[in-house]
């Protein structure tokens, strides 16, 4: 018990209200584990132990099922200037506290979810003992992908939303196996094929998908304005330089594959010119 103690997960506290500090004393040692949150801004959230601090910031959603309020939340995880998000180490699924589950997402996500007694699976209402068969879990999971897909418009007014995140987006379509990864794989595709501009181009802005090209070759957004993109291709943005196949080659080929963002190098420049371009 003093072991599991000692080593107890500081994010056991990230998705509970009514507990917000822990505080424990054994023959070895003793410790604090605290969660603050930021009474400006309650999105923001910290928890702290004797040497850890993790910062979080945290959106969350009302489900209305049968009758019953059931909060969702996701939590994307801050480095120490909380100034940019980036990856969990681990991502099981927490049912207020963590399950056996792995996410394999980047990023922390709660529901009230039904899990098997082992809480190694999630299960179906219909599947246990004197539960009342219901959509719940698939319903929890239509509203973790809203409010992922929502997330990302607040992301960007938080000046968070840049392509390190969309890096850390579930865009693996080999991780879709799992069902709540393909389930928020399929909102983010969704959310980016839209008319939002939620694109980082390489003006410092953002671009719809529908108006977006990838740089095959660097030289083209000084060589070619973006009156002239479109009249040859028919979109005006370039999306980042920092988009590459070398650098950035899993986000490449889901913007190319999976969101049908055409790229353009000056092979292929070349051949589009005609002579009423010229």
Same mark, same amino acid.
């Given at each position: 018990? @003093?072991?599991?103690?000692?080593?107890? *997960?500081?994010?056991?506290?990230? $998705?509970?209200?009514?507990?917000?500090?822990?505080?424990? %004393?054994?023959?070895?040692?003793? /410790?604090?584990?605290?969660?603050?949150?930021?009474?400006?801004?309650?999105?923001?959230?910290?928890?702290?132990?004797?040497?850890?601090?993790?910062?979080?910031?945290?959106?969350?959603?009302?489900?209305?099922? *049968? /009758?019953?309020?059931?909060?969702?939340?996701?939590?994307?995880?801050?480095?120490? *200037?909380?100034?940019?998000?980036?990856?969990?180490? #681990? @991502?099981?699924?927490?049912?207020? $506290?963590?399950? &056996?589950?792995?996410?394999?997402?980047?990023?922390?996500?709660?529901?009230?979810?039904?899990?098997?007694?082992?809480?190694?699976?999630?299960?179906?209402?219909?599947?246990?003992?004197?539960?009342?068969?219901?959509? #719940?879990?698939? &319903?929890?999971?239509? /509203?973790?992908?809203n409010l992922l897909s929502n997330s990302?418009?607040?992301? %960007?007014?938080?000046?968070?939303?840049?392509?390190?995140?969309?890096?850390?987006?579930?865009?693996?379509?080999?991780?879709? #196996?799992? @069902?709540?990864?393909?389930?928020?794989?399929?909102?983010? %595709?969704? &959310?980016?094929?839209?008319?939002? %501009?939620l694109l980082p181009n390489s003006r410092?802005?953002?671009?719809?998908?529908?108006?977006?090209?990838?740089?095959?070759?660097?030289?083209?957004?000084?060589?070619?304005?973006?009156?002239?993109?479109?009249?040859? $291709? /028919?979109?005006?943005?370039?999306?980042?330089?920092?988009?590459?196949?070398?650098?950035? *080659?899993?986000?490449?080929?889901?913007?190319?594959?999976?969101?049908?963002?055409?790229?353009?190098?000056?092979?292929? $420049?070349?051949?589009?010119?005609?002579?009423?371009?010229?």
């Amino acid at each position: 018990l @003093s072991d599991e103690i000692e080593k107890l *997960n500081i994010n056991n506290l990230l $998705f509970l209200s009514n507990i917000s500090k822990i505080k424990w %004393k054994t023959l070895n040692g003793n /410790g604090v584990i605290h969660k603050r949150i930021n009474n400006h801004d309650r999105r923001f959230v910290s928890i702290s132990s004797n040497d850890t601090v993790n910062n979080y910031l945290v959106f969350e959603d009302i489900v209305p099922i *049968n /009758g019953k309020n059931l909060k969702i939340k996701i939590a994307f995880l801050l480095d120490e *200037n909380k100034s940019k998000i980036i990856a969990c180490e #681990r @991502s099981p699924l927490f049912v207020f $506290f963590p399950t &056996e589950i792995e996410t394999n997402l980047n990023f922390l996500v709660h529901a009230p979810f039904y899990t098997s007694p082992s809480r190694e699976n999630i299960e179906e209402g219909d599947n246990f003992v004197n539960i009342e068969p219901d959509d #719940r879990n698939e &319903e929890l999971k239509k /509203g973790l992908a809203n409010l992922l897909s929502n997330s990302l418009l607040d992301l %960007k007014k938080l000046k968070l939303l840049n392509v390190e995140l969309l890096e850390l987006l579930p865009i693996n379509s080999n991780l879709c #196996r799992n @069902s709540i990864y393909n389930v928020l794989f399929t909102a983010i %595709k969704n &959310e980016l094929c839209s008319n939002k %501009k939620l694109l980082p181009n390489s003006r410092g802005g953002f671009s719809s998908s529908s108006d977006s090209m990838l740089l095959g070759s660097s030289e083209l957004v000084s060589l070619i304005t973006s009156k002239q993109a479109k009249q040859l $291709f /028919g979109r005006s943005t370039w999306l980042s330089r920092k988009i590459t196949k070398d650098k950035t *080659n899993l986000l490449r080929d889901y913007l190319y594959y999976d969101i049908d963002i055409p790229e353009y190098d000056l092979n292929k $420049f070349a051949k589009a010119i005609d002579h009423k371009f010229l």
